[in-house]
């Protein structure tokens, strides 16, 4: 080959044109088709495995031997797709497929980039080494230096006396990474999503906090077996709290987790949890146990927890596949609610259901066949009165809909309540129910009518004579109904902005016969809560065992505001309300009859007038006492990212309840000018924020005006660093009106790494509406994101 004193290029194999194709005019006489521009596909991120790449080489000088060698030098460069190696001298072996570079050598693989003084590597297998090297992974921003590293094919490495972060690189010499991981050794699987480190030690801010001799991490958001980091805790109950969990990834669509817990102030114990996901079911299953709890007379403690929902397959053509849900819940003792809230259980959760339940379906018929039984957590200070055990209950449903323009159905229940006689006196009873209706709905786009026949009959079966010595009753009631609606539309114009406003009159009449009850036992029935939705039922009570006598009308009326572009309602303003013609005499247990004439007054509000802000409120009036009986008002403000304000009036006079809560997450420089939204960080880590990073205030506060103290609260500050998120953590749950649950919580997260200590996000989730989590994953870069 010949030598140039100028830059000189070469393509290493054949490459087909078709320029010339292109650059041809037409022949004479031959029209001319207009040029068309044809949408092309985006660049490919995957290579395919089969094609031969073409190599191009460019350099000051080359020179070589045809078909084995090529020497570039001087600003040397050899480029295939995906993959750009430059160097002050490359070295070319075509017969091995072997590169030697020498001298501020650096490469750039699928946008993965690495410089070194020298390396080696082979082109197609991506096999060699790089001495004194430093290394960046597009994928989540990870990057460090080394005496060595190893490529041992296109997605695994080994990194030798090297160093490993996610925070990004700012300029100047003495910039140091707020963590680092140290190690001896380093493996880097790519294709597995894991990292493998051996002799290592962790850095925060330039101190060494915690040696590992051998430890595994993620290098993407893929699942993988092993042990994670420890959490500690520290609560008023069980003091300091330290758990070291095992996770393993048993298929992608099982995995389990197993917590050896140690609390200082009881003991030590193990919490398990599985998981599943198939095609047609899924469900997880938890379980705690922990002998000899010191702070309850060494008893031992213990409760599981079982989900299941799906559909399987009977094998038999005429019945196909049955619904199986579950929902277990038993636990050891009456103080478990208590002790271990965060083990499965909500803090106030006194009545735990063991449900299960078989179902049924084809066409316009359903049947179920589901058993319950009831664990109940007794308090000495607020005993509650257990619910009644369904050993079982079967249901079955036939109906249509607009078959030749009628609804109708029937649903048929069975069901044996059976409960402790110390907790009631009514005796235990096998019910059956069948309720049946017919409606005919007339429909047009301005409105609607809906004429409606139910039939409700119940007979019972008791285990114990009633109060007047029967061990049998029945009881069969109709109900009428006749509901109707319009709704008109005009075009209107409020502040400067276009809407549709709708005005929509509602007016529905029902009429059920009086029927006396009150020597029934309630076995599944309650009052519904009077808001906008049950102001138009047919009947006041959930359940069968009572049906309420109705001679009433109700007379509703809403005006919308909606955008004419996209139909989002921005105002809605709705007024209800209902008048008895004869006084409600059917009650439940302990309740009082409702007097002839008006009801309370619903009002409700709802405005989205800008996508920041949102309100609502409902307002139960009594015209009569001219007082509210119930108010509701609750109001957001999130301008942005990682910003919301929420703030809650709870008042209800009957109950001499008022409530307010408050919510928010907010950063606080923006307090004082100083915040701006965050730029979105490479998936699995690689933090886009730089300087002082950005402080966070969360936290919620639900205060009983009424009692005057802290019903619930969490307060946190958090801290994100870009490459490191901290937070902070305290938080009160009141467990009874004399006790409460107090704890701390304390997390760092290294971002692209592991975390450190309590996890605290499922509180802020479940307390803060609107929460977002600090550090959530933006798409995965492309490869040619680093494109050089």
Request: glycine share 10%; proline share 6%; charged share 20%.
């Amino acid at each position: 080959m010949t030598d140039a004193s100028r830059p000189a290029r070469a393509v290493l194999c054949p490459v087909a044109l078709g320029v010339l194709a292109l650059l041809a005019g037409p022949a004479w006489g031959q029209t001319v088709e207009p040029l068309t521009l044809r949408a092309s596909p985006l660049l490919a991120e995957k290579l395919p495995s089969n094609a031969k790449p073409a190599s191009l080489v460019l350099g000051d000088h080359i020179s070589g031997r045809t078909d084995l060698e090529t020497v570039i030098e001087g600003n040397a460069e050899l480029r295939q797709p995906g993959l750009v190696a430059r160097g002050d001298k490359l070295v070319y072996d075509q017969t091995t497929d072997v590169l030697t570079a020498s001298g501020g050598v650096r490469l750039n693989r699928e946008g993965d980039r690495y410089t070194a003084t020298s390396g080696q590597i082979k082109v197609d297998a991506v096999e060699g080494f790089f001495l004194q090297p430093t290394y960046e992974f597009i994928a989540n921003g990870a990057h460090g230096h080394a005496d060595r590293l190893e490529l041992l094919d296109r997605d695994r490495s080994t990194v030798f006396h090297g160093t490993y972060t996610t925070c990004q690189r700012e300029d100047g010499a003495s910039w140091r990474p707020d963590w680092m991981l140290r190690a001896d050794r380093l493996e880097l699987d790519r294709e597995d999503g894991e990292g493998r480190a051996e002799g290592a030690v962790l850095e925060f801010k330039g101190v060494p906090i915690l040696p590992l001799p051998s430890m595994s991490f993620p290098l993407d958001e893929r699942r993988k077996s092993g042990w994670l980091p420890p959490t500690i805790g520290l609560d008023n109950k069980s003091g300091l709290n330290l758990a070291v969990p095992y996770y393993w990834n048993i298929a992608p669509n099982r995995d389990a987790t197993v917590i050896p817990t140690v609390m200082v102030r009881r003991g030590v114990g193990v919490q398990g949890e599985f998981r599943y996901l198939e095609n047609n079911y899924n469900g997880r299953a938890n379980v705690n146990f922990m002998p000899n709890d010191r702070l309850r007379g060494g008893r031992n403690r213990w409760g599981y927890f079982v989900r299941h929902n799906g559909q399987h397959d009977t094998g038999i053509a005429a019945i196909g596949n049955i619904g199986l849900g579950l929902n277990l819940n038993r636990v050891s003792d009456n103080d478990y609610w208590r002790d271990f809230n965060r083990n499965g259980l909500a803090l106030t959760t006194r009545l735990l259901a063991n449900d299960g339940a078989l179902s049924w379906g084809r066409g316009d018929f359903s049947a179920s066949l589901r058993a319950l039984k009831w664990q109940t957590l007794q308090d000495v200070n607020a005993p509650i009165v257990p619910p009644y055990d369904r050993l079982p209950q079967l249901a079955g449903r036939w109906g249509r809909v607009n078959d030749r323009g009628f609804d109708y159905s029937i649903d048929a229940d069975f069901t044996r309540f059976r409960a402790d006689r110390f907790w009631t006196n009514e005796p235990n009873a096998d019910r059956g129910v069948l309720h049946g209706q017919l409606a005919r709905p007339f429909t047009r786009p301005w409105g609607f009518l809906t004429p409606k026949a139910q039939l409700h009959a119940t007979a019972y079966r008791f285990d114990g004579p009633l109060d007047d010595g029967r061990t049998s009753a029945s009881r069969v009631l109709p109900t009428f109904s006749l509901d109707g609606g319009l709704a008109f539309e005009r075009d209107a114009r409020f502040f400067g902005r276009a809407f549709t406003q709708t005005l929509e009159p509602r007016l529905k009449y029902v009429y059920t016969p009086y029927r006396d009850q009150s020597l029934l036992p309630n076995y599944d029935s309650g009052a519904y809560d009077f808001n906008f939705a049950t102001i138009w039922a047919d009947n006041a009570f959930a359940g069968h065992d009572r049906v309420v006598d109705n001679n009433l009308i109700t007379a509703g009326l809403t005006t919308r505001l909606l955008d004419p572009g996209t139909g989002a309602e921005a105002v809605r303003l709705a007024i209800a309300q209902r008048y008895r013609f004869s006084g409600q005499q059917v009650v439940l247990p302990g309740g009082t009859p409702t007097a002839k004439g008006w009801s309370d007054i619903m009002l409700g509000a709802g405005i989205n007038w800008d996508p920041r802000w949102a309100f609502d409120g409902v307002v139960q009036y009594n015209p009569d006492s001219r007082q509210n009986t119930r108010t509701l008002l609750q109001a957001r403000y999130s301008p942005g990212p990682f910003r919301t304000v929420s703030l809650a009036y709870r008042h209800q006079r009957d109950l001499n309840s008022q409530y307010v809560d408050l919510g928010w997450q907010w950063p606080l420089g923006a307090l004082i000018g100083r915040g701006s939204d965050p730029a979105p960080r490479r998936a699995s880590g690689g933090g886009s924020c730089q300087g002082d990073g950005r402080w966070y205030s969360v936290g919620r506060m639900n205060y009983s005006m009424q009692e005057r103290r802290l019903v619930d609260g969490i307060l946190g500050l958090e801290y994100d660093a870009g490459c490191w998120i901290g937070r902070v953590v305290a938080e009160k749950l009141n467990s009874s009106v004399n006790s409460s649950t107090k704890r701390v919580m304390f997390q760092i997260e290294l971002i692209g790494l592991s975390r450190l200590g309590t996890n605290p996000l499922s509180a802020l989730r479940n307390n803060i509406p609107r929460y977002q989590v600090l550090g959530a994953d933006a798409p995965p870069p492309s490869r040619f994101t680093e494109y050089e």
